[in-house]
């Protein structure tokens, strides 16, 4: 297609959304009303700690299956993974490919064990075997701090849509946009609490699923089903030819990218066993056989969904071509609702609904998933912080339930401060931070309290406070926070001396080193009659709550 007709097609389409505005913000508006609805719902049948930060363990382990596929598929996975695949063809790809098998690790190393140690947080299995206030207070900074990367990606995308939407494009309105989602999401958690936010997710995946097969049909319909047809026209439209459905045009073209690359798929792939959003999933089902079946659930539901995201992402770089997706948004973050508006018909009504809809379950999505990463890190700090160190155990539930509240308007200011930076950055690539730095600083530590003896409380704080402190001073001075002027999130100053995108690659191995050699040189001698009682709860759930 020529450049002519692209540049008539865009025309077409700001003068369509432009004509079917009140239509897309009143479609936009009743889904974030229904949500609401629930939320306002759920939180009338919150009335007990046990309710607001795990609903109450009354979930099935489908009904949690489908809460953790709409805790896990969140904007990085919809707009990131169709605008990464959109621009970069096969490396794109590499972001589905590390979520999904990701969940690997959950299932065999993290999701029954957790369940059967802990109540509500990461916190409480570290602290099983460890001194309570020190491993407490490093649960609960890590838990925020890796929250808050996360947030990030979610409220960059937030900002994205809605500006798509209400043809927003000055800055100005851009952060006024990240700050309302923020407020939003506020409300959620302080009204709904875990369970409020469980349902929100269940709803939100099935309509994100819906979408996605609609989508991914109508995009195989306009090339006859013949899958070979769509890629050749995705790589001949890339302006890379045969190079676009090849590794290395975004990894591998430099021994950097090639670093990066490995980098990249360490993080995806351990990162989820140590997020503490999806953690505490776990503990909203009554047994640990449930928990392991709600992953059994999400991988499927999940893995279908990435499926989907290769006709996604090649059919926006087929129909719609980089240079359109890069006008929208320089990370490639629109690829899918301009898909969407493509599919409908670009001027007609049917566009304008397609891109509400397919807008507004995004939305849904964003404001989900930042719900169940503000429960998280709120939760963690109230039962964490403040019940455990603070007040020494002596808090009461109702005073617990008020500090999480709190907590959540605290770090809901910080992540709307932090979002109005990184609105220009792809969201898949901000969620990979968080992992890299949930992978650096969790996951070591819990798998040493899990499955090693000798491991004490030096050797929990070192891990925690070591691989958080090295992979986040690592993004700083990455090209992701400055140097890169069409992608980094300050632009116009170049403080970056460490070339990786993603610190994963030195700040994983530096987190379980640094637990493994605290523990050595140790001075406490590990409670080993403890250690045992942990890996009997641990693998039967006996005295499990």
Request: charged share 10%; hydrophobic share 55%.
């Amino acid at each position: 297609m020529s450049a002519a007709y692209h540049s008539h097609t865009a025309v077409l389409a700001a003068s369509s959304t432009t004509e079917h505005r009140p239509l897309i913000i009143t479609l936009f508006a009743v889904f974030v009303a229904a949500t609401l609805g629930i939320t306002v719902w759920a939180g009338r049948q919150t009335k007990s700690a046990s309710d607001f930060y795990a609903g109450g363990r009354q979930f099935t382990a489908f009904q949690n299956g489908l809460a953790v596929s709409g805790d896990y598929m969140s904007a990085a996975s919809f707009l990131g993974i169709a605008g990464a695949i959109a621009l970069f063809g096969y490396d794109g790809f590499l972001y589905s490919i590390g979520f999904l098998v990701a969940w690997l690790v959950a299932l065999l190393l993290v999701a029954e064990p957790l369940r059967n140690s802990g109540r509500y947080t990461m916190g409480d299995v570290l602290a099983y075997r460890m001194r309570q206030r020190p491993v407490r207070t490093a649960a609960g900074v890590s838990t925020i701090v890796v929250s808050i990367f996360y947030l990030l990606a979610q409220m960059a995308g937030a900002g994205v849509l809605v500006s798509l939407l209400l043809g927003i494009t000055s800055d100005a309105g851009k952060i006024l946009i990240v700050a309302l989602v923020g407020v939003l999401m506020i409300v959620y958690v302080t009204i709904g609490g875990m369970k409020g936010t469980t349902w929100v997710q269940m709803v939100k995946a099935v309509l994100l699923i819906a979408g996605a097969i609609l989508m991914t049909f109508m995009v195989l319909w306009k090339f006859d089903f013949n899958v070979s047809d769509l890629l050749g026209t995705a790589a001949e439209k890339s302006g890379h030819g045969a190079s676009f459905l090849e590794p290395g045009l975004k990894y591998g073209a430099t021994g950097t990218s090639k670093l990066d690359f490995l980098s990249l798929g360490i993080a995806l792939v351990l990162g989820t066993a140590g997020l503490p959003h999806i953690l505490i999933r776990f503990y909203t089902v009554p047994t640990a056989k449930a928990a392991r079946k709600s992953v059994n659930w999400a991988i499927g539901i999940i893995g279908g969904f990435y499926l989907m995201t290769i006709a996604l992402g090649f059919g926006a770089a087929a129909l719609i071509g980089p240079k359109e997706i890069i006008a929208k948004n320089p990370a490639g973050n629109a690829a899918a609702p301009q898909l969407a508006e493509y599919l409908g018909g670009v001027g007609t009504t049917g566009g304008a609904v397609m891109l509400a809809v397919i807008s507004a379950v995004a939305f849904a999505t964003i404001l989900a998933v930042v719900a169940g990463l503000t429960l998280a890190s709120s939760s963690s700090f109230a039962h964490d912080i403040y019940a455990n160190v603070i007040r020494k155990g002596k808090a009461s539930e109702k005073e617990e339930m008020r500090a999480a509240r709190w907590a959540t308007v605290f770090i809901g200011a910080a992540a709307i401060l932090l979002g109005a930076f990184a609105r220009d950055m792809n969201v898949a690539g901000l969620v990979a931070l968080a992992f890299a730095v949930a992978a650096s600083a969790n996951l070591p530590t819990l798998l040493y309290s899990l499955f090693w003896k000798r491991f004490t409380t030096q050797g929990a704080l070192w891990s925690i406070y070591g691989g958080l402190a090295g992979s986040v001073i690592l993004v700083l001075f990455s090209p992701v926070v400055s140097g890169n002027e069409k992608t980094s999130m300050f632009k116009g100053v170049d403080f970056a001396w460490f070339p990786l995108e993603n610190p994963g690659l030195i700040s994983i191995p530096l987190g379980f080193l640094l637990g493994w050699i605290g523990s050595l040189l140790s001075k406490e001698e590990p409670d080993k009659g403890k250690y045992a009682e942990l890996e009997v709860k641990s693998l039967t759930g006996i005295g499990a709550h």
